[in-house]
């Protein structure tokens, strides 16, 4: 479950948030007990971020800024999607390989994600959308030269600049997806310790691999 209280349907007053309540989830449900929306998700980050009304209404406004983009959806859900997956958010890689499967993106293209680098699926400009996130999310912005060259060569400056934001918006919505365990982030840690069986005595380990 969410780590931070779901908002119910009785405690909202901020129209926007009903709106997407009633949208998303149907009048008749408090999405806050009765999960599911339309979309086949739990919709516990909608009620989470009920939490706050300001943040609820600029994390919206920002799914806005689709309406007006001139960068073509695939490309904008190719960058979406691999920031979900480099952040390690089951959630948003989910949600944008449904939108890319939506907008026409073969399934071999999008079984082949994980590993673009040895891919020859996909075009030079996708190649360059996918290293270009890949600079933006594992390497906090440092991108070469040699990508944004590419990038340069197929996109004009504004949708260069809408590729950068919402990518990095889509990294951002990752990181909080998996901080506040919404949706299907909401998952055990991978990392324990593998605790040695009882009655085992545990020698200096450095000691034996240095062969003291």
Same mark, same amino acid.
């Given at each position: 479950?969410?780590?931070?209280?779901?908002?119910?349907?009785?405690?909202?007053?901020?129209?926007?948030?009903?709106?997407?309540?009633?949208?998303?989830?149907?009048?008749?449900?408090?999405?806050?007990?009765?999960?599911?929306?339309? /979309? $086949?998700?739990?919709?516990?980050?909608?009620?989470?971020?009920?939490?706050?009304?300001?943040?609820?209404?600029?994390?919206?406004?920002?799914? $806005?800024?689709?309406?007006?983009?001139?960068?073509?959806?695939?490309?904008?859900?190719?960058?979406?999607?691999?920031?979900?997956?480099?952040?390690?958010?089951?959630?948003?890689?989910?949600?944008?390989?449904?939108?890319?499967? !939506?907008?026409?993106?073969?399934?071999?293209?999008? !079984?082949?994600?994980?590993?673009?680098?040895? !891919?020859?699926?996909?075009?030079?400009?996708?190649?360059?959308?996918?290293?270009?996130?890949?600079?933006?999310? @594992?390497?906090?912005?440092?991108?070469?030269?040699?990508?944004? $060259?590419?990038?340069?060569?197929?996109? !004009?400056?504004?949708?260069?600049?809408?590729?950068?934001?919402?990518?990095?918006? @889509?990294?951002? /919505?990752?990181?909080?997806?998996?901080?506040?365990?919404?949706?299907?982030?909401?998952?055990?840690?991978?990392?324990?310790?593998?605790?040695?069986?009882?009655?085992?005595?545990? $020698?200096?380990?450095?000691?034996?691999?240095?062969?003291?």
């Amino acid at each position: 479950m969410p780590r931070l209280r779901e908002i119910p349907r009785a405690e909202v007053t901020d129209e926007k948030i009903l709106f997407f309540y009633d949208r998303l989830f149907g009048a008749d449900k408090d999405p806050a007990v009765d999960h599911g929306t339309i /979309h $086949a998700t739990p919709g516990d980050w909608w009620t989470v971020f009920a939490q706050s009304p300001d943040v609820f209404r600029h994390a919206v406004r920002g799914f $806005a800024l689709y309406r007006n983009a001139d960068l073509d959806p695939l490309l904008r859900e190719l960058g979406q999607a691999r920031a979900g997956y480099a952040r390690g958010s089951q959630f948003v890689f989910s949600q944008h390989c449904k939108q890319m499967r !939506s907008l026409g993106m073969t399934e071999e293209k999008i !079984s082949a994600l994980p590993h673009w680098q040895i !891919s020859d699926l996909f075009t030079d400009i996708e190649r360059a959308v996918l290293a270009y996130t890949d600079g933006l999310v @594992y390497d906090g912005g440092r991108v070469p030269d040699e990508v944004f $060259a590419v990038l340069k060569a197929h996109l !004009s400056d504004k949708q260069i600049m809408e590729l950068t934001y919402i990518t990095c918006m @889509y990294d951002m /919505h990752a990181t909080i997806c998996r901080a506040l365990k919404l949706e299907f982030d909401d998952r055990p840690e991978l990392i324990e310790e593998v605790r040695i069986p009882e009655g085992v005595v545990v $020698a200096d380990l450095s000691a034996d691999l240095a062969g003291e």
